[in-house]
């Protein structure tokens, strides 16, 4: 079982793909459409959370980096200059369509928070500063968030910013609480050594609640989604369009504040990734189907185009900024 969750965090993005297909094709067979998912996106939610937070050792930001430059600059990208970029193509590519624009204007307002912290490892960028930059982003999305979804959002539906900061901090806030009690716990009781032994297998049950969202959301609007094949299309479009345009302006503002590669990729990668888990657990509760449908091709997608932005582009971005 312990390996099974290895694989699945390895692997998310084959999963997910798994998961998509089997949910549309059953769809059509069963009918998911007018179930209630409420309580599945609950559980959901905390299936995601509670384990990714307990493993995020909040406690540590203490004694991480103080690169405030690249922390405020990363920060304004991940929350307002992602929202502006959501905004203009929910305006554009997925004009007439809003519940395929509301999922747009989740990813531009929900920044990335713990996997900031994985891919910074793996990009051999700066994990001390992605350190504060994922707790600090993570502690302003119940404020900053809300507002921004309404901004953005209000013209696609009737947004009640109340609920949303209610839904987030409950989202937020508890699993956080909980997590860092039984952080300590486990640590007092057992000791470091075994909770490092064992903090490699939470993101893998993480990622059992993605696929958990993944599935019931699909399968509820299989139908409508088979029958208009465009909105696909529309999705992949708008998706990679988001993390090209917010690609290459997080690269040329990484070149003018002068951030040497190991500062620059956090700047890159905080400014073009989102939250999976808050984006579909959040959309799964308030939002239309559609919009939760849009959401997990998220995963998808972005698993891949991180690997390239990492591993293609990133020898080009050694040069490139130093």
């Known amino acids: 079982m312990l390996e099974f969750l290895l694989h699945v965090k390895r692997r998310l993005y084959l999963y997910v793909t798994v998961v998509f297909i089997i949910a549309l094709m059953l769809g059509q067979y069963v009918d998911f459409s007018r179930m209630n998912i409420m309580p599945v996106s609950v559980a959901a939610v905390f299936i995601m959370l509670y384990p990714m937070l307990t493993g995020m050792e909040v406690e540590k930001v203490k004694k991480?980096?103080?690169?405030?430059?690249?922390?405020?600059?990363?920060?304004i990208f991940a929350y307002f200059i992602a929202s502006l970029t959501a905004f203009f193509l929910s305006?554009?590519?997925?004009?007439?369509?809003?519940?395929l624009a509301l999922a747009l204007v989740l990813v531009g307002a929900i920044p990335c928070s713990n996997m900031l912290i994985g891919w910074s490892g793996i990009a051999d960028a700066s994990v001390a500063d992605a350190l504060v930059i994922a707790v600090t982003g993570l502690l302003l999305i119940p404020i900053l968030s809300p507002i921004l979804i309404y901004i953005n959002g209000g013209i696609f539906a009737t947004i009640n910013v109340v609920q949303l900061v209610i839904i987030l901090l409950f989202y937020i806030l508890v699993p956080l609480a909980l997590g860092m009690l039984t952080r300590r716990e486990i640590i007092r009781r057992r000791g470091r050594d075994y909770f490092m032994s064992i903090k490699k297998y939470l993101p893998g049950i993480s990622a059992l609640g993605i696929l958990l969202i993944v599935f019931f959301s699909v399968a509820k609007v299989s139908t409508k989604v088979i029958e208009k094949p465009e909105i696909f299309l529309l999705v992949l479009v708008a998706l990679f369009s988001y993390y090209f345009i917010q690609t290459a302006l997080s690269v040329l503002a990484a070149k003018l504040l002068k951030f040497r590669y190991e500062q620059g990729m956090i700047l890159i990668l905080g400014a073009t990734a989102s939250s999976q888990a808050i984006s579909l657990s959040l959309a799964a509760t308030v939002f239309p189907p559609l919009t939760v449908f849009a959401l997990s091709f998220k995963p998808i997608l972005q698993v891949f185009y991180i690997m390239f932005l990492i591993y293609a582009l990133g020898p080009h971005l050694r040069r490139f900024l130093g």
């Open 64 to 75: 991480a980096g103080g690169n405030y430059k690249l922390i405020l600059a990363t920060l």
């Open 91 to 99: 305006r554009t590519i997925l004009r007439g369509y809003d519940d």
